[in-house]
């Protein structure tokens, strides 16, 4: 973008091209578009198409094209051993992690919950817990961390992990950077929010207790168009479609994984987060 020469208007179209080359580990073509369509849709809610400019994006569109024919076992290990020697993909960890999500800072979260309720940490139950796959060595320490990601279903997940580590590299934190890398090499995906496993429970508890997510949204369609999007607590992005009276092809439509189980529809869309009422929490019942 050339900001010397040309202002940037307040509201933009966007078009992007995505050539796929490789379909990797046996993804079905159909699920790898609709994660590329979500990848892009996130992209665009979180500002990174428009930089630091004040622009937003009101209508896209995203192309997709899948390579024709299946490529020979020689071409993917060329591919793969290519990105590793890059340093682009770890040798381990083939999956390559391309959402990123935005949570709260794990600290921040933890000092509200003690601050808010006065809560005993609980046993954990029915949580992965993944163990390190190294020997432990003497002088080592043994300590589990419980990471916020999201799982390869795209689905939140709150799994454990041991790791081992000598107390000086524990005073340093560098037990949490090696859940992380147990995290991303068994296919969770970013952002990686750190806890100690005892406080798995009470964090769990507490995002059940206090309501952290929406349960009530309201969108208010009178005279047919969209007047205001609410939910009672918390933010959450409220998309909503359209897929009748089409016609021809036009740049505001678009195909989207907006159906049900994420099936891929093409439709008129607008997207808006929702605007916190807390009145709204009479309507839970």
């Known amino acids: 973008m050339n900001t010397h020469t040309q202002t940037t208007p307040e509201v933009v179209n966007a078009r992007l091209t995505l050539d796929v080359a490789y379909i990797l580990n046996g993804e079905v073509a159909g699920d790898l578009v609709a994660r590329l369509y979500m990848m892009c849709e996130r992209a665009i809610g979180n500002g990174l198409l428009t930089g630091d400019t004040a622009a937003e994006v009101e209508e896209y569109a995203l192309d997709v094209s899948l390579p024709r024919e299946p490529l020979s076992e020689d071409e993917i290990a060329a591919f793969m051993r290519q990105r590793i020697e890059d340093g682009n993909l770890a040798a381990e960890d083939i999956p390559v992690r391309l959402a990123r999500y935005g949570l709260m800072a794990s600290d921040a979260f933890v000092a509200e919950m003690r601050e808010r309720m006065d809560m ?5 139950q029915g949580q992965a817990l993944i163990p ?3 020997p432990a060595d003497e002088g080592e320490i043994e300590s589990q961390v419980a990471i916020a990601c999201i799982n390869a279903s795209g689905m939140s997940e709150m799994p454990i992990f041991t790791v081992r580590t000598t107390q ?3 005073d340093l934190g560098i037990h949490r ?3 992380k890398d147990l995290a991303e090499e068994a296919g969770y995906e970013w952002p990686f929010v750190c806890f100690d496993a005892a406080e798995q429970g009470a964090i769990l508890s507490a995002a059940r207790e206090l309501g952290l997510v929406p349960q009530v949204v309201v ?3 009178t005279n047919r168009q969209i007047q ?3 939910c009672d607590v918390g933010q959450v992005k409220v998309i909503c479609y359209d897929t009748s009276e089409l016609g021809g092809y036009s740049s505001a439509t678009a195909v989207r994984p907006v159906g049900e189980n994420g099936q891929l529809v ?3 869309a607008h997207t808006q987060l929702a605007q916190v009422d807390p ?6 019942d």
Do not use: I, N, P, Q
Not at 120 to 124: F, I, Q, V
Not at 279 to 284: D, H, I, P, T
């Open 177 to 179: 950077d090696k859940a």
């Open 168 to 170: 000086e590299e524990y």
């Open 266 to 268: 093409r439709c008129w």
């Open 228 to 230: 205001s999007v609410r």
């Open 120 to 124: 005993a940490d609980e046993e954990t």
């Open 132 to 134: 390190s796959a190294d």
């Open 219 to 221: 969108v208010d369609m």
């Open 279 to 284: 009145g709204l929490k009479l309507a839970r």
